[in-house]
């Protein structure tokens, strides 16, 4: 273990966060579904609760799970229906945390980084062998090939990157124990990109293939998948062509296994029209293929002195067939070593063994060789020639972590690589944090986690690492064999931590190694290597002779691949080990000069069955892929991070003081804010453009706070809204009120200057009227004398003399009623000084008082006098109450008593005294509107006339019988009693002649004129007559 000075949070976070990319919050708000999104924000960081939540998410099928920016992914080992193409648009161009984890939701942030920043990027998968980094690599190129731009020339690149796939997978991938479609060789991929972000080329970079496999799989295990697809799936014909039989069973470099591929790869190359290459190339790759298969199956037989013997073999003939070889000099090849001593060449027989070695050298670089040829013609073909500018993002899907029962070579250069990118992910996770922390001015803190650096070393140091001390066995002179390497590594790394053999182990250790065993202890776990075969695959020797027979045929490929290797050179070749050493070393400077996004596999199971949650095994890979400790160290210091503004925009509702507008420096405000919340100093730091928060409770205390203030907010915006509304309402209102206000405002005005024009008319008029006084009566004048008059009159009424006899105090009259003054006077003090006049005048004011606006024929009764006798006689018509049958009759007012006379006899005598009875009402005077046809029905005395000289007949008779206050005017008609229970009506309406007559209805039906009819009637009449006769 050593100490690490770590900021809290990897570069990507601090990169994502500069470009406003990256929505923790996104995360916070869902992190109430299933388990924790993110780990980050797990509440304790505690390897119980990490694989709690990551098993809880796995029983959902939630494969996926981030720690900040690095995606962990458990191999479900089912088809899940989140790749679709619904699913990648949802996942384009949104932040990354603001939808549930997912492997497009990486790539495309890494796309996206990529076009703003203009930078490369790679995404690093790892994971042990089955966990799903083949998987996941393939899935992010669909992503990409579907969310680009794109267009007919870009498709074609893309179909070829994404054709490259099943190509390479066909000759570099095989069924393991671990993995049925293992990748048994270490590919990284460039994807190109031009500044618009098309994808427009891509290379590839191929590590180590397992050439080992050609000629031997472990039980269990298989062969690369090419040559069962092509023994299996190719045609008849072809087969035939490469002297070929269906099935595996005839090839001894073939494992016979059930397993079936789905599909002959090379086909789909070609039949898809998209050629990766060139038509007579893949024939050529068949005759390789089969090359190899008729190879394995060649045998030696064993001369006398157990010499190698090759006698017309066919499985030769076909070999130097399809491989355009001299057969002669091939089964020379493959039996003797040709040893150039000075200047001659000296021929020395392989024994058998040998010659089985040689033979399955040959069938191993054959196919090696061919395997680098196909990755070059490939890359060929999705060459990008635009020499402008391209960012790349980068795909490494390396083989996994590996650990079998017998362990070799292969594994321990598999496990080595592994190693080394252990080591990259740590120093670039490393480097950021503090580079983070360094910008910030936050102050290091120490956090523990294991730096696998040590192991690095221990394998690959120059002169005292395994390598160097496998290569010098390799090459020394002398008996070097595999049981030397161990004792030299024995010898070197005695007491290293890392390193354990049988020799060096203690007891306890001891019963667990083999005596040809090393054990390293890699960070992903222990790993016994058998050195058995070490020198010889490191070695990789293929003897001169066929190289340079390879050199010569036929077989275009084969020519290529071996001319390439260049036979001439005196120096040994590279060892495998250095070569690939160095091949990591510049994969490392490729990778460090990139922006990186980090995928780690998890198997969820041993026996690759879905919903197993292998809970042990899941552990074991969360600790040695080191997942907890990157957690720690994102979390270590601060779990979160944000920019002030940021934080600010989100939380200011928090904080009175901030809340709804923060004035000043955004830091300033995040200062008080948290100040108000109660941050304690512990708990958050202030960097120099973000502030950094310790614990997730801190940030989930404060989101909840929000969450539970937004509603609070939503409700006082509402009732700010409802206020404002309302305000609006009223604004409304009083505008209307305003307008309403104003229109009145100027109807009045409108109306008063009317009335001042009037009134100015009027004063005018009178003004003229007085100036015009003096004249005859005109147009003028007539108003003006008028009130004159009028005014005169008034005056003169309050102002009359007090007696008749004083006749100094007479007002004096304007000068247009002289002549009507002068006959007033003359009335008022000559005749109101004679008796019956003034009692003539008497009875009119109390006719007036009695009648003035209530009967319209009144005032034409005024200008007769009425009579002065003392009695009264009057002609009426009387109407039977029975039958209303009309009699004449006469009626007199006695000083007692009304008597109905018919001829001087008298009919009926109605005493004023019996009028005084109980009813208040004693005499209806029914007026039909204006008639002057009136009806009088005494009541008491069963009286029902028609007189014409109405007002002078009640008169008299209120007056004489003192009931003034019995007269009633009624209009339409009356009901009266006929006798006791029997009812009588007399109705009135007006027509064109006054007539009265008993209606159909029984009723008494009295017609009146009309007023305007009548005066015009009385006029022309003048109807009217006094009796004169009394009784
Ligand atoms: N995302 C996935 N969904 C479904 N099955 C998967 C997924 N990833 C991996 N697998 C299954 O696991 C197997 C091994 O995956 P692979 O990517 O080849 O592993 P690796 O490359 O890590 O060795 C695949 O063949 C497939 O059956
Ligand atoms: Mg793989």
Partial sequence: MSHFLVHSAATLLLQLVAQGQLDMEGALTARDRVGIQDFVLLDETTEAAFLSNLKKRFSKDLIYTYIGTLLVSVNPYKELDIYNKKQMDIYMGVNFFELPPHIYALADNAYHTMLTEFNNHFILISGESGAGKTEASKKILQYYAVSCPSTTLLNTVRD???????????????????????????????????????????????????????????????????????????????????????????????TQNTFRNSVFSMFIVSNR??????????????????????????????????????????????????????AHRLQEGLTFRKIEAKKDQVLSPFTTDHAIYARDALAKAIYGQTFTWLVNRINESMENKDPSRKTVIGLLDIYGFEVFYVNSFEQFCINYCNEKLQQLFIELT?????????????????????????????????????????????????????????????????????F?????????????????????????????????????????LLYRNIKDLMCQSKNDIVKECF???????????????????????????????????????????????????????IRHQVKYLGLMEHLRVRRAGFAYRRKYDVFLKRYKPLCPATWPHWRGVAADGVEVLVQHLGYLPDEYKMGRTKIFIRHPRTLFATEDAYEKCKHELATRIQAKYKGYRAKGEYRKQKEAATKIESCWRGTQARKEKEKRAWAVKV????????????????????????????????RLRDNLPKTVLDKTTWLTPPAVLTEGSLFLFVVITVKFSIPFLSLQFQMKLITSSIFKGKKDSYPQSVAHPFSHHSYYCVPVIKYDRNGFKPRQRQLILTQTAVYVIEEAKIKQRVLYTSLKGQTSVLIYILLVDDSNTTFIWLFQGDLVVQCDHLFELLTKLCVIANKQNAIKVVQGSINFEIQAGKGGAVDFSTGPEPMVYKAKNGHLMVVSWALSLLSHVSVQTGYHFFFSDYI
């Fill in 273 to 326: 029209g998209i050629l990766l290459i060139n038509y007579n190339f893949v024939q050529h790759l068949f005759e390789v293929i089969a090359s190899v298969l008729h190879l394995g199956n060649v045998r030696f037989d064993s001369d006398s002195k157990g010499h190698a013997l090759l006698n017309n073999n066919t499985e030769l003939h076909w070999v130097s067939n399809l491989l355009g070889v001299d």
């Fill in 763 to 794: 004063i005018k008029k009178f003004i003229k009227g007085y100036m015009t006084r003096g004249q005859a009566k005109n147009t003028d004048n007539s108003e003006y004398l008028a009130f004159v008059r009028q005014n005169y009159l008034n």
């Fill in 430 to 498: 490393l480097k950021s944090e503090q580079e983070e922390y360094e910008a910030e001015g936050i102050e290091w803190e120490p956090v523990q986690f294991f730096n696998n650096k040590i192991i690095c070393d221990l394998i690959e140091e120059k002169h005292r690492g395994i390598i160097s001390l496998l290569d010098e066995e390799c090459l020394r002179p002398g008996d070097a064999t595999d049981l030397t390497f161990l004792e030299r590594l024995e010898e070197k790394m005695g007491n290293h931590p890392h």
């Fill in 563 to 617: 001319s390439s290797m260049d036979p001439d050179s005196r120096r040994r070749p590279e060892t495998v080990v250095t070569q690939f050493k160095s091949s990591l070393q510049k994969l490392t400077e490729i990778l460090m000069a990139k922006e990186a996004w980090y995928i780690r596999c998890l198997k969820s199971n041993e026996s690759k069955q879905s919903g197993q949650f292998d809970e042990a095994l």
């Fill in 500 to 540: 354990v053999t049988h020799k060096l182990a203690d007891k306890m250790t001891r019963k667990t190694l083999e005596r040809g065993d090393f054990r390293l202890l890699h960070y992903a776990g222990e790993v016994t290597y058998c050195v058995v075969g070490f020198l010889d695959k490191n070695n990789d």
């Fill in 160 to 254: 070829k990157m994404l054709m490259s796939n099943p190509v390479l997978e066909a000759f570099g991938n095989a069924k393991t124990l671990k993995n049925d479609n293992s990748s048994r060789f270490g590919k990284y991929m460039d994807i190109q990109f031009d500044g618009q972000g098309d994808a427009v080329g891509g290379h590839i970079l191929n590590y180590l293939l397992e050439k080992s496999r050609v000629v031997h799989q472990n039980h269990g295990e298989r062969n690369f998948h090419i040559f069962y697809q092509l023994v299996e799936g190719g045609s008849d014909d072809l087969l035939h062509q490469l002297g070929l039989e269906r099935g595996c069973q005839h090839y001894n470099y073939l």
